[in-house]
């Protein structure tokens, strides 16, 4: 008989209702309970009672402030404490951590980061990945295995000017990772997701996501075609209680001028050939978490010799900070020959012996001698 893992407690301390939600929603998928608390007073008791081995702590609370709480927490618990706050300055950092707290995040926060954050807090602590604890759970994950491949594009793109590629390797239990692209009249359009969860029920959301966005491709403007999606997608999420983070873009070839939405993902890099590389903020919370969201469009160019390179959070959760995961991609980035050398090179990152998520790249990248 299969032994089930450990229970996992959480208490998510937070006064606004929607992040209080995202926070719950991200955490479930992490396999924690979670008890919410709207304030600090009750959030300390809500840790007392539940004996949490997490908690994700604002610092701007209605009662007493998360400093205080923190403090308070730390007189009878060893719970991790990662504290939230939309006050950036280093003074704050600094004293949230000689508090007593274990990590910092800034608001807004992208969903990929903080799982990654908390999955680095933990892995002192890493298990084993349970096995399957019968025939009719191993069948499920190798159907979901075939579902996840059949998203991934069977065409290569060939556009003049630049060299595009794409590698996905699997973790042992499926998840919703998927990337896909096609070409069009002016250049290309390509998306990356991942649908919280895993097994069948990822795989089976990841494949209404793929199809749902080649629906879209002929609307001209890509925040309205995103909407257009977005609403789609979200009635099958509701019934699911999931959500999806997506990084969709389209490339005018021509030009290199790159039209993209970022929602919830928060893992590309702009690599240009001279200068420091820089992530793309999201533009919004994941698809499936708020009601009638929209997400703005973004635009960048991609002058000969720029790359644009897009990862799962399997590769951030292979870095103990956000700062050495955009140093080593910019890294592997950089020294490719290819594109396909650097998806190769950017799933070395997160080694398959550790990993324990999927782990997906794509990289586009327009040649130096572009447009010459």
């Not at 019968?134 to 556009?159: C, F, K, N, W, Y």
Request: proline letters at 5%; glycine letters at 8%; one cysteine or more.
């Amino acid at each position: 008989m299969v032994s089930s893992p450990p229970v996992r407690h959480a208490v998510v301390v937070e006064d606004d209702a929607d992040i209080r939600g995202l926070l719950v929603l991200v955490l479930e998928q992490l396999d924690f309970v979670v008890t919410e608390a709207p304030d600090g007073l009750s959030g300390v008791e809500a840790v007392r009672r539940t004996n949490a081995e997490l908690v994700t702590l604002d610092i701007n609370l209605p009662d007493i402030d998360g400093m205080e709480v923190c403090r308070r927490l730390r007189e009878f618990s060893d719970a991790y404490i990662l504290m939230l706050t939309a006050r950036a300055d280093e003074i704050d950092r600094l004293n949230g951590l000689d508090t007593g707290a274990d990590d910092y995040i800034n608001k807004p926060f992208s969903p990929k980061e903080l799982q990654a954050r908390i999955r680095a807090l933990f892995r002192r602590a890493r298990t084993p990945a349970p096995t399957a604890a019968d025939t009719g759970q191993s069948d499920e994950l190798a159907r979901a295995a075939v579902v996840q491949q059949s998203l991934l594009p069977r065409e290569t793109v060939r556009l003049d000017g630049y060299d595009v590629a794409g590698a996905f390797r699997p973790s042992r239990s499926v998840g919703g990772d998927f990337y896909d692209w096609y070409q069009t009249r002016d250049g290309m359009h390509f998306t990356f997701a991942d649908a919280m969860g895993k097994g069948m029920g990822a795989a089976l959301i990841a494949a209404t996501v793929r199809a749902v966005m080649r629906s879209v491709a002929d609307t001209p403007a890509i925040d309205a075609a995103f909407g257009s999606a977005s609403a789609t997608i979200t009635s099958d999420l509701d019934q699911s209680g999931s959500f999806v983070t997506m990084f969709h873009a389209r490339l005018d070839s021509a030009s290199g001028r790159l039209s993209y939405i970022d929602a919830g993902h928060g893992l590309a890099l702009h690599v240009p050939a001279e200068g420091a590389a820089r992530r793309l903020v999201s533009a919004g919370p994941p698809v499936g978490i708020l009601d009638d969201q929209l997400w703005p469009a973004s635009e960048l160019d991609l002058e000969p010799g720029d790359s644009l390179v897009i990862v799962s959070d399997g590769v951030l959760d292979a870095h103990n900070s956000l700062e050495d995961f955009q140093r080593n991609v910019e890294k592997v980035a950089r020294s490719g020959a290819t594109s396909d050398d650097v998806c190769a090179a950017l799933l070395e990152l997160a080694p398959a012996s550790t990993a324990e998520d999927d782990v997906t790249a794509v990289v586009v990248r327009r040649k130096p001698n572009a447009g010459l």
